[in-house]
Nanobody
Framework: QVQLVESGGGLVQAGGSLRLSCAAS????????MGWFRQAPGKEREFVAT????????YNAESVKGRFTISRDNAKNTVYLQMNSLKPEDTAVYYC???????????????????WGQGTQVTVSS
């Protein structure tokens, strides 16, 4: 069993930055591939980025490439999402997820993610 708690969301102006954190409790953090997903009002949940258990492989949605960076610290049982050059269309609830399925499969939002956090709100004003 893995419990995930996100933090770091908030209100930021367009062009600004935020760093989200997701702290995991439970055993064997490094065996889980981790991901960030988001859901805007009235829209389906979408893939943002995933990272392999070792941190050696990352995958990003086209919409965030060059702006967002996923990373993890296995010693701290934490995964991060550094978000730069934020746009109003990045406004959403951001969720952290864990799965032993390969990280590249995270694009399949409906089938990826054994464990989910409660989400953290990110609002980008224009």
């Amino acid at each position: 069993q893995v419990q995930l708690v996100e933090s770091g969301g908030g209100l930021v102006q367009a062009g600004g930055s935020l760093r989200l954190s997701c702290a995991a409790s439970g055993r064997g953090f490094s065996i889980y591939n981790m991901g960030w997903f988001r859901q805007a009002p009235g829209k389906e949940r979408e893939f943002v980025a995933t990272i392999s258990g070792s941190g050696s492989s990352t995958y990003n949605a086209e919409s965030v490439k060059g702006r967002f960076t996923i990373s993890r610290d296995n010693a701290k049982n934490t995964v991060y999402l550094q978000m730069n050059s934020l746009k109003p269309e990045d406004t959403a609830v951001y969720y952290c997820a864990a799965d032993q399925a390969p990280a590249y499969l995270g694009v399949n939002v409906r089938s990826w993610g054994d464990y989910w956090g409660q989400g953290t709100q990110v609002t980008v004003s224009s």
